[in-house]
Nanobody
Framework: VQLQASGGGLVQPGGSLRLSCAAS????????MGWYRQPPGKQRDLVAT???????EFGDSVQGRFTIFRDNAKNTVYLQMNNLKPEDTAVYYC?????????WGKGTQVTVSS
């Protein structure tokens, strides 16, 4: 499975961005899809995951500001980020997982700065 993330960029504090991650395989619907992020000099942490049935888990710092949703017909998962803060600056990685299998996409940079 190949994961292609897009949508990163530079945004001012309080702004919004939408990240997209397209998967190469039609079995996309079987995977738990997610986004993780890695700020400069820090570890990679959970942003949000969504199961094939739509159950969602958020990281502590983004709940209420970020939304994750998926379109199984398009093999794509999205991360809608609102009210962005400078501390959201990081490389964002798309992830696909199921028992015994874990795939990562190349990261996309999100920079929140005035």
């Amino acid at each position: 499975v190949q994961l292609q993330a897009s949508g990163g960029g530079l945004v001012q504090p309080g702004g919004s961005l939408r990240l997209s991650c397209a998967a190469s395989e039609s079995i996309f619907s079987l995977f738990i899809m997610g986004w993780y992020r890695q700020p400069p000099g820090k570890q990679r942490d959970l942003v949000a995951t969504i199961t094939s049935r739509g159950s969602i888990e958020f990281g502590d710092s983004v709940q209420g500001r970020f939304t994750i949703f998926r379109d199984n017909a398009k093999n794509t998962v999205y991360l809608q980020m609102n009210n962005l803060k400078p501390e959201d600056t990081a490389v964002y990685y798309c992830n696909a997982q199921m028992p015994g299998i874990n795939y990562w996409g190349k990261g996309t940079q999100v920079t929140v700065s005035s």
